[in-house]
C-alpha cells in the first residue's frame, strides 16, 4: 500500500464512518426500538427490512464492504498511536484514546454479532425474530456485551462526527469545535437511549 | 540568610543515554539552590561537579541551548513528564525531584541532547518558504490585510522545538507523521500574498506521506505549544484547504493558485 495514498484513504475512512455506516447504526438502532412497542411490532418491523428488494447487494456495498474498509484500516490507524494521557490529560486526548478502544473492541462485537444474527442465519440455524434476541440476551454476560457493544457504537460514531468536522475543515476555529462537541455529545446520549431501551426490551 | 540558601538543595534526575544506540538509564543529582535558578543553570552547577547522589563521580550530563530566552527552540526537553524549554522552566515553579528526559519522539544523540533534523525535512518538503529567486527584478508583491498579518504573525513565532511533536500520539517510530509544526507552516506561508502563488505546492506535499491526514485531533500540541500557536486551527484550516485541493486536483482547475 502506497504511502502517498494516505491522504486519500484516510479521507475515505473519516468518510466512510459517517456514510453509510454512521447511517446504517442509526437506522439500525431506531428499528430495534419497535422491540419496545412488542414482539409483533419488532417482527414487522426485521420482515419489512428483510423483504427489501436487491437486501444482499444492499448489504454488501452499504454495510458490508464500507464497515470492512473502515474496520480494518482503523485497526491500522489505532496502533500506530503511541497514546500519552500521563502527560496530557485533557478532555480531546481522552476522546482520541476512547475512540480507539470503543474502535477495536466494536471490532470483535460487530463480528460476533454478524456471526451471531447474520452468518447462522444464512446457514439456516436461526430465524431473525424477537424470540431470537430474547434467547441471546437471557444470558446476563451477553446483555452486558451488548449493552457495552451498543454504548461503544454510540460513542464511536458521535465522536467520530466531531473528528469527521474538523479532518473535512468543516469546523476551523475552536469556538466551531467546541459547539460541535456539545452537538455530538447531544447525538451520543440520545443513540444511546435508542439503543439500550431497545435492548433491555428484549429481556 | 545567606548560609540558609546555600544549605537549600536542589534534587534533579536525569534520564541519560550515554551514546544513540546504548540503554539508557536514571541518575541522581543534588545541586546546590540559588534563588531564580533555572533547569539549564542547575545542569550547569552538575556539569561544575558532575558527581551524583552515590557520591560517585559521573560525566557531565550533555544538553543543547542556545538564546536562553525561549525564542530558539534549542534546549527543549521532557520535564516532569511535559516537554518545555528548559531555559523557562524555573526551578521555584517545579515539583521535586526535577526529571529530566530527552525528548524521546526525536533520536537521542546524548543524555538530553536530540537530533531535530527531521523537522528541517519536513520544512524542505513542504517549501516552507516565499520562492522569490528569479533572472529578472519581480518588483514588488502584493500588499498584505493589516488584519490577516496580525493573525498570521502569530503563526511565524514557531522555533521548530520540537515540543508539539513529543507532545502528538501520532509522531512517533512506528509512524511517519511530521508533526503539527511543518503543517502549520504551510498555512502561514500560502497566508502569504506572494507565497499563496505557489499554496498548490504546498498544499499537495502535505497531502503525501506523513502529511496532514495523519493527524488525530488528540489535540495536545495545541496544549503544549510553548509560543500559544493556534496549530489545531491551523491543521482544520488546512484540512478545509486540503478538501478543495483534492477536487480541484481531480476535476481539474485554473485556480490552483488563487
Known sequence: MSKDREFYLRRLHSLLGIIPVGLFLTQHLIINHFATKGAEAFNGATHFMESLPFLIFLEIFVIYLPLMFHAFYGIYIAFTAKNNPKNFGTLRNYLFILQRFTGIFLVVFIAWHVFETRFQVAIGAKEVNFNMMVDILSNPWMLGFYIVGVISATFHLANGIWSFLVSWGITQSPKSQQVATYVTLAIFLALSVVGVQALLAFV | ?258
Open chain 2, 1 to 258: 540568610m545567606v548560609t540558609a540558601t546555600e544549605t537549600k538543595k536542589v534534587q534533579i534526575e536525569v534520564f541519560r543515554q550515554d551514546t544513540p544506540e546504548s540503554t539508557p538509564y536514571w541518575e541522581k543529582f543534588e545541586v546546590n539552590y540559588r534563588p531564580n535558578m533555572n533547569v539549564i543553570s542547575a545542569l550547569m552547577e552538575i556539569r561544575q561537579n558532575p558527581v551524583n547522589t552515590d557520591g560517585k563521580a559521573t560525566t557531565p550530563v550533555a544538553w543543547d541551548m542556545s538564546c536562553l530566552e525561549e525564542v530558539c527552540g534549542a534546549c527543549s526537553m521532557v520535564i516532569n513528564g511535559k516537554p518545555r524549554q528548559s531555559c523557562s522552566a524555573l526551578i521555584d515553579q517545579l515539583t521535586q525531584p526535577i526529571q529530566l528526559a530527552p525528548m524521546k519522539t526525536f533520536p537521542v544523540v546524548r543524555d538530553l541532547q536530540v537530533d531535530r533534523t527531521r523537522m528541517f525535512d519536513s520544512l524542505k518538503k513542504v517549501k516552507a518558504w516565499v520562492p522569490i529567486d528569479g533572472s529578472y527584478d519581480l518588483g514588488e508583491g502584493p500588499r498584505m490585510p493589516e488584519r490577516k498579518r496580525q493573525w498570521a504573525y502569530e503563526l511565524s513565532k514557531c522555533m521548530t522545538c520540537g515540543v508539539c511533536l513529543e507532545a502528538c500520539p501520532n509522531v512517533n517510530s512506528g509512524a511517519s507523521f511530521m508533526g503539527p509544526a511543518p503543517l502549520s507552516q504551510v498555512r502561514l506561508f500560502n497566508a502569504h500574498p506572494t507565497g499563496s502563488m505557489n499554496k498548490d505546492e504546498r498544499l499537495n506535499a502535505i497531502m503525501g506521506d506523513g502529511g496532514l491526514a495523519n493527524c488525530g485531533n488528540a489535540q495536545n500540541c495545541v496544549v503544549a505549544c510553548p509560543k500559544g500557536i493556534p496549530l489545531t486551527t491551523s491543521i482544520a484550516a488546512l484540512n478545509r484547504d486540503t478538501t478543495v485541493q483534492m477536487f480541484k486536483n481531480f476535476f481539474g482547475s485554473d485556480h490552483m493558485v488563487d
